[in-house]
């Protein structure tokens, strides 16, 4: 699992079969596949706590299982960049937590993150990630766009620079919804459809029906109603993941239901 998630021809069977796992929902099955390396290997203990967290932003549960997962990695952690990664971890569970409305840990993701900051070098492979995520931060929780564009951009060419594809679909989606929100609808639509067509390539199947919403959300017509069917149907095919996708998703037509 090279970056965020992506998977190369030479990557080792277990990263190959964690990143299947992961792409298709099932984090608690990838999270158990790294348990063995994740007592001991800094490394392992890191990305597991990743795949836990990411099933907390992603279905609202799993919160106690994640805060296990990130002591033990923060407990591992020996130099900077382990430190730096874990605190990035803790910053992305807080805003996790704050974002779903569990409890408001605004306050400690913001810390959290700006620790990272401290601690990870410019040229860490983890500092595109951070500058993401203080991103989200600036436009979900402190309604401040104009941080949030600086961050993606620098976590754009981030990603850019270390050719993480999963990374680079994600600064693709948020650039896009902050230029939708200007009402840059060009601008919006080429990032929208960047991004989905990204995750599609990777297979990353979690991340598609977001994606599909979000460029159906810079369209209209039929084209739009083609993208929010096609999200429903990965969705339902999911298992209604992302949860918080639910609302924005109309139920199909009773022949299609009957079909399904």
Do not use: K
């Not at 799993?62 to 923060?74: H, I, Y």
């Not at 941080?147 to 270390?162: D, F, N, P, V």
């Amino acid at each position: 699992m090279s970056g965020t998630g992506t998977t190369a021809d030479d990557d080792p069977p277990l990263q190959t079969a964690v990143w299947r796992l992961r792409s298709r929902a099932c984090w608690t099955d990838a999270a158990a596949l790294l348990e063995p390396g994740a007592a001991t290997d800094p490394a392992v203990a890191l990305q597991r706590t990743s795949l836990l967290i990411e099933r907390c932003l992603y279905t609202g549960t799993g919160w106690t299982d994640a805060e296990d997962a990130l002591r033990t990695a923060e407990a591992l952690a020996h130099d900077d960049t382990e430190r730096g990664t874990a605190a990035c971890e803790r910053g992305y569970l807080a805003y996790a937590s704050t974002l779903l409305g569990v409890r408001d840990r605004a306050d400690e993701a913001s810390v959290a993150l700006s620790r990272a900051a401290a601690l990870l070098s410019p040229t860490a492979p983890g500092r595109a990630l951070l500058d993401l995520r203080r991103g989200l931060i600036a436009q979900n929780i402190a309604d401040a766009p104009q941080s949030a564009l600086a961050a993606y951009r620098r976590a754009h060419a981030g990603a850019l620079a270390q050719g993480d594809a999963l990374l680079l679909s994600s600064t693709w989606r948020h650039l896009a919804s902050l230029a939708l929100r200007e009402g840059e609808l060009a601008e919006a639509r080429h990032g929208f459809a960047e991004s989905l067509r990204i995750r599609e390539e990777l297979g990353f199947l979690v991340g598609t029906a977001p994606a599909l919403i979000s460029l159906a959300d810079a369209g209209s017509g039929p084209e739009a109603a083609r993208l929010r069917a096609e999200a429903g149907r990965l969705f339902r095919l999911l298992g209604g993941v992302p949860t918080w996708l639910a609302p924005r998703l109309e139920p199909p037509a009773p022949e299609t239901a009957e079909a399904n």
